[in-house]
């Protein structure tokens, strides 16, 4: 059979098996789309600003979203980017009522650790976002209406200044990049407000008196949608809004005036500094949010896999670019292999089959159900429900808009998609840029294009508004309410007879799920090699007539299996109704006889390009450190020619003798979705081994013994920067109490103890030895033997003996209990809120349980850090701390070796084994 | 030519930094009648420095920092031409430090001109101020007016390249110039409180106050002809038996030693906490208090003027009630 024909049949074959699937899950399943928001409440004050309050109680916390409708299309004329210079200064101005820094002191004193609001700016809006916990919702409240009305009174020339070369950043895009507007400019013309986006910016012209006159003018009530979701009371966040934002004067904006593209399509030339030849065809479409919007991000998804499939570019985008007046969807081809014509008749191919129905239903449902699944994923956050929520009522599309926009994704189908190509896509392109690299070629502005002179749109001037002058005297901040207390979600967690375990979390109301099935490697020694390539090897086994990676794609999941040190470790992120036919899928390979052998030369090839690529992380060669302390172990330290030389030599044999074994090791599952215990009970058992399987004993591997000492790599280091010192790298690592155990509690607190920042902290340790700060960086590291703090560092090599002298200071200050109350106080309300958003997201949560079923621990108190964080007390943080000492340290260097020896020397230190690297390369110098 | 490079000498004469005393009260000379009356310009604010002014065209705003011994000098203000006469209005502040004598600074702001033709003590609510006219070091003739405020002063001017000034024009903008102290939220993290306090005085810390007992001692000194102060007190109460009111009373007799007298008093509750509002009389000052007493801690608000009238005005009143604790 010609292979052409092979594969539609096939793919019919698989289409018709996946489509009674479906709809049998969509029979069974009648999804709740609801994300957990449990009511809105929507309102408008007098001054028009509209105000959307959620209530979701997942969490005790509450994100805010301020939403003005003025972008990067309202810019004035040859002020370019003054959208862009405003969101970066928003953040930090001060006003009458509060200096810049007054803000992070109200919120310390009310408790709670200051985060700087995000402002994000786009073409047609500006939003200011923000997450507090629930007690400081009044407080926020009021910083972000004094804010509002009183911001532009910090708007002088120097903060202009400070902010101008981030915000021409922000404007100035080479030609390729998703944010470029030449696409626009392409496909809308310079008449179109979009289309004009790219003309050069002349901010540094700005003045301050003029931007401060445009902050009151555009960033007001009548332009804004405030939107609050998480753990509030409605009624009382209703009255603290009313009270605080309802006195704000306010003068409405006018939205840029949707202009028709003109007919005639433009074809673009432009030479940037890009790295290769690029190409793009865009259409003007549907508008954000409108009826076929999401369906374009679906062909998007579909045309980027069957086009990526084809191997024609080094790189394929296809996207929606959806804006609020109207979108743009772009293809474009990065690094033609051939020629731009291939790839646009290839596209031309693509659209046509899809216009036909010609490509396979399973395919369509499956992108959907991705893309409801990325959104889903997206949703889970407080401060993405709060955007998608601001931005729906600044459209008129009202609140609502998560479980509208869910299920609009999750009700597409070949047909409707077939009818969207047709309306939106099947005729010319309405423009097509291409872009010829050369280094010399400006980055942006009008350079681009060689005697362009069409006039360009420009956005009217509105003249200054007489706004309502406020009465009174500011109110002062809010008191605070009662604490909340927090609540993880739980699940059961079972151990089955045959030693299999089930760990499950119900999450409703978005629609995806997470499962990570966890098979450890049984204690025969065996290749290093192995796991790499067998995970290589199983995503490409086959199912159905195409791979499990293939099938899994099909279904809408996402697919990704790994073979560290301890065990086969397999994820999935699927829709919920689709999490049967995943796990069939994959139980299905798990349960084959002999794993795929025609792939084994190409997944070997595969892994050893991903062990080159590992070997160029600048923050994770910590694990080296750590395998050259415990040399008898699995854990223990291979060099890269020793790594790859172990790929080269595995032989299919050895994984085929390998397989069986594995089969029969016992399963982990940990599970998240939007499941009774029944379903995800009945769901586990399609994936762990059935009950009569015999009961596999957990083989306990070899204990690993770390053994504290210096651990030095050897390499001649090239310095970073002309007439500056070759520089090092170290990691130290600290042995931690076990994870999720009381003593270990404190140990979340340390990484904020190592910030420079800290009053009389490691910063004034460093000053007093003549240190400058060093690049870093700090966690926790969790493995099953044992837990470590790290701190890793990159200095100049005279630094390190004095960097090392000052950390050493600052520990032995901490042990003593040298540390501000306040500082303690910010790092539990920082460590809080940030496991508390953890606790959020799905992929966290399936995180957590997987560290919980290393641990041994139940699955709540993986989730329980937030509350247990709380609870530290300074004496058991300088308790721990006294444990930090460098002798009991693992500490692994990267440099010159002879002078880092004399540098230990100086901190009473040396080195206990010396390794040596092959020289580094200057590529992989700039990249640390 | 730059607001700074106009004022060097008086950037360096105003460096000098000996601890602020009262003026020696100069006589209060009324500011020149209002002779001008064209049509009001629109009101130009800015609130973050306390200026409000009528300008007779859109005015720039300008920023400088001058390096002094004791640390900088931060200049903020706004200037505008019409034709060949320049007008600008700026704050000259130390950052909250400490600065020299009303009357050492009013003495140098003469060194502004190359040659002063008039001299005139004048003054802005109660802050003392002079008024001069003459030629700048480029001949051109000039017009000014400066103000004592807080850590700083303020400079108006206008200045003419060709020919006489336009003095009507140069009224009106003097005289549309209000300046109003501005005042912000502090916050107070070790104690777990905030209070509004006026931002462009001296700022007194707990070495100047002598309280390095007190987890929070603060003073915001404005000088003027009433030396206006706003001070912020905290103190951690030991564990003794005492009730709120009787430390209250302790407090008060301790005052009376140092020869303050209570002239008037009126308990009051705020949140959970008792509390006493307190008008005291000294030999030279007259002061408000507001004590609040909770189990653990002792706060006091405390106003401080020359005169009993000057502590009853709003200002006074918006202080004591600004407290927050949290």
Redesign the interface.
């Known amino acids: 059979m010609p292979f052409g024909l092979g594969r539609v049949a096939c793919t019919l074959g698989l289409c018709l098996g996946l489509s009674l699937a479906v709809g049998e899950a969509r029979a069974q399943n009648n999804p709740d789309l609801s994300a957990g928001i449990e009511s809105y409440r929507e309102l408008t004050l007098a001054n028009g600003l509209r105000v959307v309050i959620a209530a979701d109680h997942r969490v005790p916390q509450v994100a805010l979203a301020i939403d003005y409708a003025v972008g990067d299309a309202l810019d004035p004329p040859n002020q370019r980017g003054l959208a862009q210079l405003l969101g970066k200064i928003l953040p930090k101005l ?6 810049a820094d ?1 803000r992070p ?2 919120l ?4 709670f650790k200051y985060e700087a609001p995000t402002v994000q700016v786009g073409p047609d809006a500006t939003i200011v976002t923000l997450q507090v916990p629930a007690e400081a919702l009044e ?1 926020a409240l009021w910083l972000e209406a004094d804010r509002m009305e ?1 911001a532009a ?2 708007i ?3 903060t202009l200044s400070e902010a101008l070369p981030q915000a021409l950043e922000a404007v100035e895009h080479l030609p390729n990049e998703p944010a470029a507007a030449v696409a626009f400019h392409a496909a809308l013309g310079r008449l179109h407000p979009y289309g004009a986006l790219d003309r050069p910016s002349q901010l540094q012209t700005a ?3 003029a931007v401060a006159e445009r902050l009151r003018r555009y960033y007001n009530p009548a332009s804004a949608v405030l939107v609050l979701v998480g753990d509030l009371d409605p009624e009382r966040a209703e009255q603290a809004v009313r009270q605080l934002f309802g006195r704000l004067p306010s003068a409405p904006v006018q939205p840029p005036p949707a202009v028709r593209r003109s007919s005639t399509p433009r074809r673009l030339s432009l030479t940037a500094p890009v790295p290769a030849r690029f190409g793009a065809s865009a259409w003007e479409t549907a508008s954000f949010l409108a009826p076929d919007d999401a369906g374009l991000d679906v062909v998007a998804t579909v045309l980027t896999r069957r086009l990526h499939a084809r191997a024609l570019c080094d790189g394929i985008t296809v996207a929606q670019r959806s804006r609020a007046l109207t979108s743009v969807f772009v293809a474009a081809c990065d690094g033609p292999k051939t020629t731009l014509d291939a790839f646009r008749a290839a596209l031309g191919e693509e659209l046509q089959a899809l216009a036909e129905g010609r490509v396979p239903a399973a395919e369509i449902e499956g992108a959907a159900l991705y893309y409801a699944a990325v959104l889903g994923d997206r949703y889970d956050d407080l401060l993405g429900r709060a955007q998608a929520i601001a931005s729906s009522v600044r459209l008129g599309q009202g609140a609502q808009i998560i479980p509208k926009l869910l299920a609009r994704y999750l009700a597409i189908d070949a047909a409707q998609l077939a009818a969207i190509v047709r309306r939106q896509l099947l005729r010319p392109a309405d423009g097509t840029f291409e872009i010829t690299p050369l280094a010399s070629a400006p980055r942006a502005g009008d350079a681009y294009f060689t005697g362009a002179s069409e006039p360009m749109f420009q956005a009217r001037a509105e003249p200054p508004a007489l706004l309502d002058a406020p009465s009174g ?1 500011w109110p ?5 309410g009662a604490p909340h207390r927090f609540h993880p979600p739980t699940g059961p967690s079972d151990t089955l007879a045959n030693g299999d375990q089930l760990r499950f979390m119900e999450r409703f109301g978005t629609p995806v799920s997470h499962a990570r099935l966890q098979i450890p490697w049984p204690a025969a020694a065996q290749s290093p090699a192995l796991g790499l390539v067998l995970a290589e090897l199983l995503s490409k086994s086959p199912v159905a007539g195409t791979t499990l990676e293939e099938a899994l794609r099909l279904l809408g999941a996402d697919l990704k299996i790994r073979g560290p040190v301890d065990e086969l470790e397999i994820t999935l992120t699927a829709p919920p109704s689709r999490m049967a036919p995943a796990f069939d899928a994959l139980s299905s390979v798990l349960a084959q006889k002999q794993l795929p052998s025609a792939a084994f030369d190409a997944a070997k090839t595969s892994t050893a390009d991903w062990i080159t690529k590992k070997d160029d992380d600048p923050w994770t060669w910590y694990w080296d450190a750590l395998g050259l302390s415990a040399p008898k172990s699995r854990y223990r330290y291979l060099s890269p020619p020793a790594r790859k030389l172990a790929v080269e030599q595995l032989k299919m044999s050895e994984l085929s003798r390998f397989w069986p074994t594995l089969q029969r090791q016992p399963r982990a599952l940990e599970l998240v979705g939007p499941y009774d215990n029944a379903t995800a009970r009945s769901l586990a058992a399609r994936v762990l081994r059935p009950a009569s399987a015999p009961v596999a004993r957990r083989l306990a591997p070899n204990h690993a013994l770390f053994h504290a000492g210096v651990y030095v790599f050897d390499r001649a280091s090239e310095p970073s920067e002309p007439n500056q010192a070759a520089s090092v790298s170290v990691c130290v690592l600290w042995p931690l109490p076990g994870w999720a155990t009381p003593a270990h509690y404190p140990a979340h607190l340390l990484p904020w103890f190592l910030r420079p920042e800290l009053t009389d902290g490691l910063g004034a340790r460093l000053a007093e030895h003549g240190a400058r700060t060093p690049y870093w960086q700090s966690n926790t590291v969790l493995n099953q033997e044992q837990d470590f703090l790290r701190y890793s560092l990159r200095v100049p090599i005279d630094q390190l003996a004095p960097v090392l002298e000052s950390l050493k200071a600052h520990l032995a200050r901490l042990a003593e209990g040298h540390f501000s ?2 500082d303690f106080a910010n790092a539990i309300a920082v460590e809080r809120q940030f496991q508390m958003r953890q606790s959020l997201s799905g992929q966290a949560m399936i995180a957590a349980l997987a560290r919980a079923a290393a641990h041994d621990k139940q699955g709540d108190e993986a989730l329980d850090i937030a509350l247990q964080v709380e609870r530290v007390s300074p004496k058991a943080l300088s308790e721990l701390a006294q444990h930090l000492t460098f002798d009991r340290a693992t500490i692994g260097v990267i440099g010159p070796a002879a002078r880092v020896n004399e540098a230990l020397k100086t901190v009473g230190l040396q080195a206990t084994t010396v390794v040596q690297l092959a020289p580094e390369t200057a590529h992989e110098g700039a990249a640390r | 030519m730059t607001a700074k490079s106009r004022f060097g000498v008086l950037l360096l004469l105003a460096s000098s930094c000996t601890h602020a005393r009262p003026p020696q009260a100069p006589a209060a000379h009324a500011p020149p009648v209002l002779a001008h009356t064209a049509a009001q310009s629109p009101l130009f604010e ?3 420095l306390g200026l409000e002014v009528r300008p007779p065209a ?6 400088s920092d001058s390096p002094l011994p004791d640390g900088m000098m931060h200049t ?1 203000g ?1 200037a505008c031409s019409v034709g060949t006469q320049d007008y600008f209005v700026a704050r000259y502040f130390r950052g909250a430090r400490d600065r020299a004598k009303d009357e050492v600074l009013l003495e140098n702001a003469k060194h502004a001109l190359a040659v002063v033709s008039r001299a005139t003590p004048i003054k802005m609510g109660e802050w003392p101020g002079i008024e001069l006219e003459g030629k700048t070091k480029n001949q051109h003739d000039a017009w000014l007016r400066f103000y004592v405020v807080g850590d700083g002063f303020w400079i108006a001017q206008v200045e003419r390249s060709d020919g006489a000034l336009d003095r009507g024009a140069a009224r009106a903008f003097f005289d549309s110039i209000v300046l109003r102290q ?13 209070a ?1 306090m006026p ?1 462009g005085g001296v700022r007194l810390g707990k070495k100047e106050l002598n309280a390095a007992d007190f987890t929070v001692a603060e003073a915001s000194w404005l000088g003027g002809s009433e030396t206006r102060a706003y001070f912020v007190w905290a103190i951690p109460l030991d564990e003794g038996s005492l009730t709120p009111d009787e430390r209250m009373d302790r407090g008060l007799e301790a005052l009376n030693r140092d020869g303050n007298r209570v002239v008037w008093q009126a308990p009051l509750a705020f ?1 959970d906490a008792r509390g006493r509002d307190v008008l005291l009389e000294s030999k030279k000052s007259w002061t408000r208090v507001r004590f609040l007493v909770t189990a653990s801690n002792l706060y006091m608000l405390q106003a401080a003027a020359r005169t009993k009238d000057d502590l009853l005005d709003e200002a006074v009143l ?1 202080f004591l009630t ?1 407290i ?3």
Do not use: C, I
């Open positions: 001060a006003t009458r009522h509060l200096h007054e002191r109200l310390a004193a009310a408790g407080l009183f009174d910090g002088t020339q120097t003045k301050a008196t005297d002062r901040p809010p008191a605070n109350p306040s | 800015l609130p973050a859109p005015m720039d705003l300008f920023e903020q706004v501005p005042w912000s939220v502090h916050a107070f993290p070790e104690a777990h409180f905030s509004l931002d949140d918006r600004s927050r604790w949290y």
